[in-house]
């Protein structure tokens, strides 16, 4: 049986999206270890970086709503499918709300006024208009609580990516089982085809 891989499309959205995620952690964890000169040039970029994750994940779930996934391999038993698919759609969740919260917390910033956002200092990105224009005082408190809902959303995606790689790795290596050639480029993409009876029935 020919091995059952995601579409090419589903394969360049799905590294471009975790090469960003990863700049963007970096930039975060980096901030605090910066001269003062470089502090706002890294948040710049990291904002910039997160609203292109935002993008992509739309696009993302666009692309995956007309496009049925493979099936997953047989040798997964029933928990493993069941952790996989709840791994993924919280993952598909984060790569919303990360960048929604930061959006958020950025916009109840109260220099935000006299400090315009670019993406890549290129294309102007407005704020949340609404956020915005919340009297100072309470929108001071908001710019708080959605820092750390942020930062919230931040070590939950850490957590799950350490999770999503982990059992990738096991079910590769321990399973043998050919996970990373299902998201590979390499070999032809069948990502939008229909699993077969026998490829849906999990093994217990």
């Given at each position: 049986m020919?091995?059952?891989?995601?579409t090419?499309?589903a394969v360049v959205?799905?590294?471009l999206?975790?090469?960003?995620?990863?700049v963007?952690?970096a930039?975060?964890?980096?901030?605090d270890?910066?001269p003062d000169?470089?502090v706002?040039?890294f948040?710049?970029?990291?904002?910039?970086?997160?609203?292109?994750?935002l993008?992509?994940a739309l696009v993302?779930i666009?692309?995956?709503?007309?496009?049925r996934p493979?099936?997953l391999?047989?040798g997964?038993?029933?928990?493993?499918?069941?952790a996989?698919h709840?791994?993924?759609?919280?993952?598909?969740a984060l790569?919303?709300l990360?960048?929604?919260?930061g959006?958020?917390?950025d916009?109840?910033?109260?220099d935000?006024a006299?400090?315009p956002?670019t993406?890549?200092g290129?294309?102007?990105w407005?704020r949340?208009?609404?956020?915005?224009a919340i009297?100072?005082?309470?929108k001071?408190?908001?710019?708080?609580?959605?820092?750390?809902?942020?930062?919230?959303?931040?070590?939950?995606l850490?957590?799950?990516?350490v999770?999503?790689i982990?059992?990738a790795l096991?079910h590769?290596w321990?399973?043998?089982e050919p996970?990373?050639q299902?998201?590979?480029?390499?070999?032809?993409?069948?990502?939008?085809?229909?699993?077969?009876?026998?490829?849906?029935?999990p093994?217990r």
């Amino acid at each position: 049986m020919p091995l059952a891989r995601y579409t090419r499309t589903a394969v360049v959205l799905h590294w471009l999206v975790a090469a960003l995620i990863a700049v963007n952690v970096a930039l975060a964890l980096s901030v605090d270890y910066l001269p003062d000169e470089w502090v706002r040039p890294f948040i710049d970029t990291h904002k910039s970086t997160g609203i292109t994750v935002l993008g992509l994940a739309l696009v993302r779930i666009l692309w995956r709503a007309g496009h049925r996934p493979p099936p997953l391999p047989l040798g997964y038993a029933r928990w493993e499918r069941i952790a996989a698919h709840t791994a993924h759609g919280a993952l598909y969740a984060l790569m919303l709300l990360l960048p929604l919260s930061g959006w958020m917390h950025d916009s109840a910033w109260k220099d935000a006024a006299t400090h315009p956002m670019t993406l890549f200092g290129l294309v102007p990105w407005p704020r949340i208009g609404a956020i915005e224009a919340i009297e100072p005082a309470t929108k001071e408190s908001l710019h708080t609580l959605f820092g750390i809902v942020h930062t919230g959303f931040g070590y939950l995606l850490y957590t799950l990516l350490v999770l999503h790689i982990g059992g990738a790795l096991k079910h590769q290596w321990l399973d043998r089982e050919p996970e990373l050639q299902r998201m590979s480029l390499r070999g032809e993409a069948s990502g939008d085809q229909e699993p077969t009876p026998a490829e849906a029935t999990p093994r217990r």
